[in-house]
């Protein structure tokens, strides 16, 4: 199976896109958690085994499982010209900036012989202590003086593994991302490799790419069916990167889109993106965060009359409930599940560690990390089927199966 193919979230998964966490974990220290965007530090052997563990659930209910590092290997093995070009830009976003540090992390990547190993180390950071010929003693510059040895030149990216969140499946493209921090658009770099080069799939429509200034990332995106999608308004997707999504959904003949749904969740730590709170599980069942209830706002967006004008867009808010408006887009009653059953402590307990955040792999199947038993329960009482994965230490970066994966394929729904 080549190219993209996702028309819901539902929809049999029949490919998907992962990343093994790596030594990037590793490079995680106090001091950095924040700026890394993560709250706490992973034990590295055993993040990898919980990963594993999910990786081979999806395999065992018949999804292929690809790797964002084995298809960047992939493409960097199909010239000399593009291993060069990813290095110089991949030293561009991580700044680095001088004579002396460019050229001798440009040997030292492009000396690398092994092209996986040199994937790797990108996403893993890089100190000044692991590039050859640069120590103290053979200092001549005011840099090489003040620069610490365990100083990252190029800093890791440990956020790698949520894949939900580099790029969108939308149809048969991709919205590729410009995300929210610095620390997280770099991840961006392999998506643009893979979407440029990669033979499987540089033939792939792009709804938007990293040029616009807006940011906009993959866990604010749903697809609700082949003519609507629902986009969070949230911490990481400003309104204005949904304004120009929804322009460049509309105008492409290739886009089926005809109904862009914005959400204004909280912007907040905890609401960083609208699947940790609100996730489709079966045709017409939905899970949710009781939180957001009270002030969730939903904005209807459809193609204007006038192109390339203010009157290019129709927007008009919604004045319903949550439940009434997926009624009116799917045409059918639907079933909003809470959270926890509803229970306040339990919900904003086992929300904050992705209880909300499910990856349905077909109709009313749906995999979950095992520490949200009350909501897994839930779940199982309504009549879904429920795959549990350990996630105690993936959880630490806030995200649970949904942000982990990427659907690359899905089989179409009949509705």
Known sequence: MTGIHVTSEIGKLKKVLLHRPGKELLNL???TLSEL?????????????????????LRKNGVEVVYLEDLMTDVLNISGEIKNRFVEQFMDEAGINSYKYRGLVYQYLMNMKNTKKLVLKTMEGIQISEIPKIAKVDSNTLEDFVSEPDKFIAEPMPNLYFTRDNFASVGTGIDLHHMYSVTRNRECIYAEYIFKYHPDYKDVEKYYNREYPWSTEGGDLLNINEHVVAIGISQRTSAQAIDQLAKNFFKNPKCKIDT???FNIPSSRAFMH???????????TFTYHPGIMGTLQVFEIKEGSVPNTTEDLVVNEINASLEKILERVLDHPVKLIPCAGGDKVASEREQWNDGS?????????VVVYDRNNITNEVLRKEGLKVIEIHGAELSRGRGGPR?????????????
């Open 29 to 31: 220290t106090p001091d």
């Open 37 to 57: 965007l993560f709250d706490d530090i992973p034990f590295l052997p055993d993040a990898q085994k919980e990963h594993d563990e999910f990786a081979d659930a």
């Open 260 to 262: 862009v749904l914005a």
């Open 274 to 284: 609208l699947d940790t709170v609100f996730t489709q599980i079966d045709k017409y």
């Open 357 to 365: 955040n499910t990856l349905c792999i077909a109709p009313g199947v």
């Open 403 to 415: 942000c982990m994966s990427m659907p690359l394929v899905r089989e179409d729904v009949k509705w």
